[in-house]
Structures are given as structure tokens and as C-alpha cells.
């Protein structure tokens, strides 16, 4: 009698386990365009120069056709098996830490009840603290107090985007210098980021596994020094959309982004890079 039970349950449950399996399989990847800002300015444009009008009109945009708004957190957390993305998310991501950031968008941002990613060159961020010379939507960098209440508002992921290594020259990013032994350079890469990351941690209350590559430049031996300090999604200016898979998180390592230049108005940028 309770073997039969157990067969009858076994037919009860499997075609619903069944189907649920198939709902899961057609559900397990994304497409994710990931868009790049860097200052939002009224009175200039260029290609990394957007307007706030430019930013809102985008915002409705993507809202108008179904996008929803994710972090790169949720990109993760996706990745690793831990949680669902909507059918059409999409990230904004801000680079550098400008204070425009947080003049011209933050508002634009919460009015639209959106989110965004912002990735924080920390040697900018603590001269601004620092110096006192803050608040000028031209030219200033966000202060610590300021990374804090955007991080604390939710409508904001704060990324390291390294401490002093968003430079040309002696070194291009955090790409090893010629001639540059091993060791020196893990020690100058793991000393600057972790720089970033604790000034987050003391000043600001929170910790960030998400990188932006400088200028995106990356190598292999970069990758594995940032994956071992804990690491685990990186940005870069490679231009594309992703495609993500659930519990699979082989795209993490090299997240593309699509420069949002100043240049085009929202309709065209859009089309021009299939974003419908
Ligand atoms: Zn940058």
C-alpha cells in the first residue's frame, strides 16, 4: 500500500516538476545592455558629456519599451544561481565619481524611480574631501559623505574604479609596466585597490565586488589579481550587449558596456545599437 502511494505520488509530482523545468530552461539567460556615462552637464555635450534632458529622455526610453533597471550586483547574483533578472534589464553605469553625478542625475534617477551603477576613482573622491573644493558641478569630484548617501539611498551600486591607477602615464590603467617584475606589480595593483576599498569600507560603510577597468584595459594576470582580492564582476569599454546565464558566470569576468555619447539624441543612439 505505501509503495503504491509512493508510485502515485511520483505521477502526481513529475509532470508539474516537469513543466517547471521547462518554464526554467526558457528563462536561464538574458541579454543586458549595459550603458556608460560618464559627466551629465547642461551646457556641454561630447562623448562622454550628456545632458540631463539627455539622460531623462534615455530613462523613458527604456522604460517605454520594457526595460527594468538592475546593478551589476543582481548581474552577479544571477550568475552564481542565487536570484532571477527581469525579461529586459539593463544597467546604467556612471564612471569617475563626478559630482555632476550626483547634481544632474541623482535626482533625475530617483524622480524616475530608476537605478544606476557609479564607479569611483578614490584619489579624485578624497582630494574633493580633502581640499574643500567640492560642489561644482563643472569640475568637482564627489566627496565620501556624498558616495555614502547615494550608496545609502538604493538608487545607487558604488564600484571601485581604483584608488590612483586612471592614468596614461608612467602606467596606462593598471596595466604592468614594462620591465615590471611580478611581484612589484601585484603589491602596486592589490595596494591601490584595497586603498579604495577600506577608504569605502571606513568612510562610507559598505564594500563593492564590482571593478571598472581604467580606459578598460585588462590582461590576464590583472584578472586573477582582483579575483583574488575578492572580486567577482568587471567592467569594460568593450562595446556590445551581454548574454548571461543563470548560475553560469563565465561573463562576469569581461561585462561590455556601450558608451553613451553626447552626440546623438536618444531614438537614434538607441537604434543605432539595437537597444529596442
Ligand atoms: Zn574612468
Not at 71 to 86: H, Q
Not at 92 to 112: C, R, T, V
Amino acid at each position: 500500500m505505501r509503495k503504491f502511494f509512493i508510485f502515485c505520488l511520483i505521477f502526481l509530482i513529475l509532470p508539474f516538476s516537469l513543466s517547471a523545468g521547462v518554464c526554467y530552461a526558457e528563462s536561464e539567460s538574458r541579454d543586458i545592455p549595459i550603458l556608460m556615462y560618464h559627466q551629465i552637464l547642461k551646457s556641454w555635450t561630447g562623448d562622454y558629456i550628456v545632458t540631463p534632458k539627455t539622460l531623462q529622455d534615455d530613462i523613458k526610453y527604456l522604460k517605454n519599451h520594457g526595460y527594468e533597471p538592475i546593478f551589476v550586483e543582481d548581474i552577479i547574483n544571477f550568475c552564481e544561481g542565487k536570484s532571477s533578472l527581469p525579461e529586459k534589464p539593463v544597467v546604467l553605469s556612471f564612471d569617475d565619481g563626478h559630482y555632476n553625478n550626483f547634481f544632474y542625475a541623482y535626482p533625475i534617477i530617483k524622480e524616475e524611480n530608476f537605478k544606476a551603477n557609479l564607479n569611483v576613482i578614490g584619489g579624485f573622491c578624497d582630494f574633493s574631501t580633502t581640499s574643500g573644493d567640492i560642489d561644482n558641478p563643472n569640475y568637482s569630484y564627489l566627496t565620501w559623505e556624498e558616495i555614502k548617501f547615494l550608496h545609502d539611498s538604493k538608487y545607487f551600486e558604488i564600484g571601485n574604479h581604483t584608488f590612483k591607477m586612471h592614468n596614461f602615464k608612467p602606467r596606462f590603467g593598471i596595466k604592468r609596466k614594462d620591465n615590471e617584475d611580478i611581484e612589484s606589480y601585484k603589491k602596486a595593483l592589490e595596494d591601490d585597490i584595497m586603498k579604495l576599498e577600506n577608504k569605502l569600507k571606513n568612510d562610507c560603510g559598505f564594500s563593492t565586488d564590482v571593478f571598472a577597468y581604467p580606459f578598460g584595459v585588462y590582461s590576464k594576470e590583472s584578472e586573477e589579481i582582483l579575483k583574488n582580492l575578492g572580486f567577482k564582476a568587471f567592467l569594460t569599454c568593450n562595446e556590445g550587449i551581454n548574454k548571461v546565464t543563470f548560475n553560469d558566470n563565465s561573463a562576469l569576468s569581461h561585462l561590455k558596456r556601450i558608451n553613451r555619447t553626447g552626440k546623438l539624441d536618444t531614438e537614434t543612439f538607441f537604434q543605432k545599437h539595437h537597444i529596442t
